[in-house]
T-cell receptor, first 115, second 109 residues
Framework: ETGVTQTPRHLVMGMTNKKSLKCEQHLGHNAMYWYKQSAKKPLELMFVYNFKEQTENNSVPSRFSPECPNSSHLFLHLHTLQPEDSALYLC??????????????FGSGTRLTVV | RKEVEQDPGPFNVPEGATVAFNCTYSNSASQSFFWYRQDCRKEPKLLMSVYSSGNEDGRFTAQLNRASQYISLLIRDSKLSDSATYLCVVRYTGNQFYFGTGTSLTVIP
């Protein structure tokens, strides 16, 4: 059982819909991330939150809107998506700073299909 | 230019074989290195960190060559359960991690 929980596991939405992805971490970490994984491409970092503050936004279109109400919860609000946005969306958390580098813990992801 | 490059494979090896994957990274200021494993339709999971002196965890050995900017993963005595995609991950300064596209391994009975 992962310490990072994502819901829903699967989502099919139309291009005019609004939906939200939810992520919750139970590890006491202070940093959370959204990644996008498309077929044949490396994981793409979308957003980074340290201590609830957004520290990075990697040129993500405004149809993706993150929200981090506290250090344990992270949302990704979606609206007017395009079919090319269909992908696996992964949430991750980590502890920063850290003496020994343990990398990320990932959630199981939301597989999104835009129709 | 990709930050992290891996041979996508696929690597198809018989049970019991030894297989090695390499990965190269572009930024010489990279600080931390990892191998992650990702099973089909699942999330990536940390397999092992990679240290400058090299490190071993059971049948898995990771090596780092900073001069040549590459990382390797050696799997000995391959098991069917080792079939997965192996992701090379590099961290620069801060929290930015860069992922390779992954190397696909299938262990054949």
């Amino acid at each position: 059982e992962t310490g990072v929980t994502q819901t829903p596991r699967h989502l099919v939405m139309g291009m005019t819909n609004k939906k939200s992805l939810k992520c919750e971490q139970h590890l006491g970490h202070n940093a959370m991330y959204w990644y996008k994984q498309s077929a044949k491409k490396p994981l793409e970092l979308m957003f980074v939150y340290n201590f609830k503050e957004q520290t990075e936004n990697n040129s993500v279109p405004s149809r993706f809107s993150p929200e981090c109400p506290n250090s344990s919860h992270l949302f990704l609000h979606l609206h007017t998506l395009q079919p090319e946005d269909s992908a696996l969306y992964l949430c991750a958390s980590s502890q920063v700073p850290r003496k020994l580098d343990y990398g990320y813990t990932f959630g199981s992801g939301t597989r999104l299909t835009v129709v | 230019r990709k930050e992290v490059e891996q041979d996508p494979g696929p690597f198809n090896v018989p049970e019991g074989a030894t297989v090695a994957f390499n990965c190269t990274y572009s930024n010489s200021a990279s600080q931390s290195f990892f191998w992650y494993r990702q099973d089909c339709r699942k999330e990536p999971k940390l397999l092992m960190s990679v240290y400058s002196s090299g490190n071993e965890d059971g049948r898995f050995t990771a090596q780092l060559n900073r001069a040549s900017q590459y990382i390797s993963l050696l799997i000995r005595d391959s098991k069917l359960s080792d079939s997965a995609t192996y992701l090379c991950v590099v961290r620069y300064t801060g929290n930015q991690f860069y992922f390779g596209t992954g190397t696909s391994l299938t262990v054949i009975p």
